[in-house]
Antibody, heavy 122, light 111 residues
Framework: QVHLQESGPTVVKPSETLSLTCSVS????????WNWVRQSPGKGLEWIGR???????NFNPSLKNRVSLSIDRSASQFSLRLNAVTSADTAVYYC????????????????WGQGTTVAVSS | QSVLTQPPSVSGAPGQRVTISCTGT????????VHWYQQLPGRAPTLLIY???NRPSGVPDRFSGSKSGTSASLVISGLQAEDEGDYYC????????????FGGGTKVTVL
């Protein structure tokens, strides 16, 4: 049973960089997509981006210029960096696994971390 | 606003059937699978339906999903009090560089 756990600061100052790490336990990080999804207070889910096990990345176009993702399979972790944060980046941040698609169907985001709340405040 | 359109809310009495729609375009639902997530109050989302109509192990069979053209639907048959929460559809969008996209979410209220 794969388990994901987010870690990082709970408060980040405006204009600084938000850095979060997701630790993966219970299984390897091979052949899967590792995502970040966030949820602003009282709002819906927003996909931030994903990193494939090979290191290839995809990003939400609205955040692309400020986001970087990385993966360290040897440490069973993947990470998010979001630059130049503002109050609009205050949210619960989730790390999420997506197993991708087979020839017939796609798996969806099947494992979610519990989420970590990050507030942007001076 | 969200790329995928869902009704903000639906409600029903216990035992009733409710349907949540998810409307997209040819660049997302029309070409990709749709997945559904349930988010109970104060909890992280969980995968409810994957690949348009498949249930992960442990999901009750009162939840079902389908897709037709550029729309998808989630049906809860036999609504229960513990189903109250938010439900989100998700797909991918080629016009956004193969980005994952979510619907705005639908709040299900059990009367």
């Amino acid at each position: 049973q794969v388990h994901l756990q987010e870690s990082g600061p709970t408060v980040v100052k405006p204009s600084e960089t938000l850095s979060l790490t997701c630790s993966v336990s219970g299984g390897p990080m091979n052949r899967d997509y590792w995502n970040w999804v966030r949820q602003s207070p009282g709002k819906g889910l927003e996909w931030i981006g994903r990193v494939y096990w090979t290191g290839r990345t995809n990003f939400n176009p609205s955040l692309k210029n400020r986001v970087s993702l990385s993966i360290d399979r040897s440490a069973s972790q993947f990470s998010l960096r979001l630059n130049a944060v503002t109050s609009a980046d205050t949210a619960v941040y989730y790390c999420v696994r997506d197993r991708g698609c087979s020839a017939t169907t796609c798996s969806g985001m099947d494992v979610w971390g519990q989420g970590t709340t990050v507030a942007v405040s001076s | 606003q969200s790329v995928l359109t869902q009704p903000p809310s639906v409600s029903g009495a216990p035992g009733q059937r409710v349907t949540i729609s998810c409307t997209g375009t040819t660049s997302n639902i029309g070409g990709y699978d749709v997945h559904w997530y349930q988010q109970l109050p104060g909890r992280a989302p969980t995968l409810l339906i994957y690949g348009n109509g498949n249930r992960p192990s442990g999901v009750p069979d009162r939840f079902s999903g389908s897709k037709s053209g550029t729309s998808a639907s989630l049906v809860i048959s036999g609504l229960q009090a513990e189903d109250e929460g938010d439900y989100y559809c998700q797909s991918f969008d080629t016009s956004l560089g193969d980005s994952a996209v979510f619907g705005g979410g639908t709040k299900v209220t059990v009367l």
